[in-house]
């Protein structure tokens, strides 16, 4: 058999002709030319076997990495009652909309997910601290690179429950939940928010609040994006 340069005689073990396989070790009869010398050799010196070991090896780490995210994202929504999903674009310009340009104090995004509602709050309004907390390890991992691959020196992303967080100097808050979840922040908005604290919902409305403005996406839901004002004790 004639082999080529790099080429180490081994590409299939058992399949190419004139191989033996057997005790765990492959022999063949002729000495091999450039790259591997006999077969016994090759199985540890051939840089095609080793590349190609070392190549299984790295898929079963990538595909182990993403089936270890894909349960943490899955485990995590099922015991905060929803998933990482980002406000659309849409919603995203609305919510960006809801609030005065010349806001300085700290907006909070609670449940920041991926990033994407913080990243556009950093760029649309320089001058405030942009808060993001995300309970679920991945999207806040995620949301942490992203966010030095940016650049942005005006976000800080907390990993945790929103529930623990305090929300005494909120000028805005932000939230993309679900029902339960809103019903949850009704007391602690009661409780911590100052007067006149603007809160931005997308699609969820707080059960007892009236919104002073809800703004209806051009999208197929229509989604309302609601917005309310703490009112004075
Ligand atoms: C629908 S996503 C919204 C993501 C982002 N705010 C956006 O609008 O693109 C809701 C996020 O809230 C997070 N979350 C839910 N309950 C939480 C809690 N108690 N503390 C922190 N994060 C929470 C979820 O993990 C999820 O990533």
């Not at 905060?80 to 849409?90: H, L, T």
């Not at 805005?172 to 919902?201: A, Q």
């Amino acid at each position: 058999m004639l082999l080529g340069e790099g080429d180490c005689g081994v590409p299939e073990i058992g399949q190419a002709a004139g191989w033996e396989v057997g005790g765990g070790q492959a022999r063949h009869s002729d000495s091999v030319v450039s790259g591997c010398a006999t077969a016994d050799d090759s199985l540890d010196l051939c840089p095609r076997i080793r590349d190609k070991r070392f190549m299984n090896a790295f898929d079963a780490i990538v595909v182990g990495l993403a089936v270890a995210a894909l349960i943490s994202i899955v485990v995590t929504s099922l015991r905060v009652g929803i998933s990482p999903m980002p406000s659309s674009r849409k919603a995203q310009k609305a919510i960006i909309s809801a609030i005065p340009p010349n806001t300085h104090g700290p907006i909070f995004d609670l449940g920041s997910g991926w990033g994407n509602v913080i990243f556009s709050l950093a760029r649309s309004f320089p001058l405030a601290t942009i808060r993001g907390v995300e309970l679920s390890p991945v999207p806040w991992a995620v949301s942490r690179i992203g966010a030095s691959l940016f650049g942005y020196s005006n976000l800080d992303i907390q990993r945790g429950n929103f529930q623990d967080i305090s929300l005494d100097d909120a000028e805005v808050v932000v939230c993309y939940l679900f029902p339960d979840g809103m019903t949850s922040l009704k007391t602690k908005f009661e409780e911590e928010l100052k007067p006149n604290t603007l809160i931005v919902s997308n699609t969820f409305r707080l059960a007892g609040w009236e919104p002073e403005e809800v703004i209806t996406l051009n999208d197929v839901h229509q989604t309302p994006i609601y917005r309310y004002r703490v009112p004075a004790k």
